[in-house]
T-cell receptor, first 111, second 116 residues
């Protein structure tokens, strides 16, 4: 079993839809959870950062962490064509250490 | 957010040559930088952890003599792919942690390497 599992998609939605992206993990030591957005041939861009369990909201984006279920989610409200990208979940157990990434989910938002 | 740059963004080289990739933290000091590799439609895989002033720590399966890492200052880490071969063609990305108790890592724009 891989440490971080993420459905690669692709996921296609119409503009304005609510998008739900998810990752599961097996290492209970993970405490830091991040979502990155990556456009084709570009470096990952940090979207959301959450420490331990809970919710965090930033504009149209909401990140949720459920450590008891080892499950994290990213919700995108009112999705836009510009949201079309690959979304990577990432996590680590200690501050300052390397991140473990999911495979990424490719999202396409059509206008 | 913090800014990390990489140079070059694109490089094409002949098999057997060496290629150096630079990673710079532009507006902060980074004691630790990380080097990742990403193959098409795959996720980022950690290659090595680069620590300023000390030897890099390589992940299992990554040849340290082939992928030379130097972290000579708090704002610069370099990755040299020695005697590159076509199978080394990939997207190389560095990241840096801002420290100060923050876990968030900021990534460079990546370097695409094509070995002919």
């Amino acid at each position: 079993q891989k440490e971080v599992e993420q459905d690669p998609g692709p996921l296609s939605v119409p503009e304005g839809a609510i998008v739900s992206l998810n990752c599961t993990y097996s290492n209970s030591a993970f405490q830091y959870f991040m979502w990155y957005r990556q456009y084709s041939r570009k470096g990952p861009e940090l979207l959301m950062y959450t420490y331990s369990s809970g919710n965090k909201e930033d504009g149209r984006f909401t990140a949720q962490v459920d450590k008891s279920s080892k499950y994290i989610s990213l919700f995108i409200r009112d999705s836009q064509p510009s949201d079309s990208a690959t979304y990577l979940c990432a996590m680590s157990g200690q501050a300052g250490t390397a991140l473990i990434f999911g495979k990424g989910t490719t999202l396409s938002v059509s206008s | 957010g913090a800014v990390v740059s990489q140079h070059p963004s694109w490089v094409i080289c002949k098999s057997g040559t060496s290629v150096k990739i630079e990673c710079r933290s532009l507006d902060f000091q980074a004691t630790t930088m990380f080097w990742y590799r990403q193959f098409p439609k795959q996720s980022l895989m950690l290659m090595a952890t680069s620590n300023e002033g000390s030897k890099a720590t390589y992940e299992q399966g990554v040849e340290k003599d082939k992928f030379l890492i130097n972290h000579a200052s708090l704002t610069l880490s370099t990755l040299t792919v020695t005697s590159a071969h076509p199978e080394d063609s990939s997207f190389y990305i560095c990241s840096a942690n801002t420290g100060q108790g923050q876990e968030t890592q900021y990534f460079g724009p990546g370097t695409r390497l094509l070995v002919l």
